[in-house]
Nanobody, 121 residues
Framework: HVQLVESGGGSVEAGGSLRLSCTAS????????MGWFRQAPGKRREGIAV???????SYADSVKGRFTISRDNTKNTLYLQMNSLRPEDSAIYYC???????????????RGQGTQVTVSA
């Protein structure tokens, strides 16, 4: 089955930026929807962004205007550019792939191991 490997997490001050990357292990996954969700301690998974195989993005209201999702099908790689970060954005961020292409459905797709994002005030 496909494997997803995230990178790019870290610690940043409020207002800063981070760029997450996720590489899929199988070339034929380019036809699937890819996305990101996050989970903070004690909270439910929150779908934040998805992008269709054709490149159409969709965002949760909590990140709209601050985060940008993109994908490079030639590299089997998904990206999440995160700007104007807030302390409430702190969570483990997971890359996901599957056929559910909404921010609600992405939390149920196949996921990677996650990468920690910490935003300090």
């Amino acid at each position: 089955h496909v494997q997803l490997v995230e990178s790019g997490g870290g610690s940043v001050e409020a207002g800063g930026s981070l760029r997450l990357s996720c590489t899929a292990s199988r070339h034929n996954e380019n036809s699937a929807c890819m996305g990101w969700f996050r989970q903070a301690p004690g909270k439910r998974r929150e779908g934040i962004a998805v992008i269709s195989s054709g490149g159409t993005p969709s965002y949760a209201d909590s990140v709209k205007g601050r985060f940008t999702i993109s994908r490079d099908n030639t590299k089997n790689t998904l990206y999440l550019q995160m700007n104007s970060l807030r302390p409430e954005d702190s969570a483990i961020y997971y890359c996901a792939i599957g056929w559910g292409c909404t921010v609600d459905a992405v939390v149920r797709n196949i996921r990677g191991q996650g990468t920690q994002v910490t935003v300090s005030a």
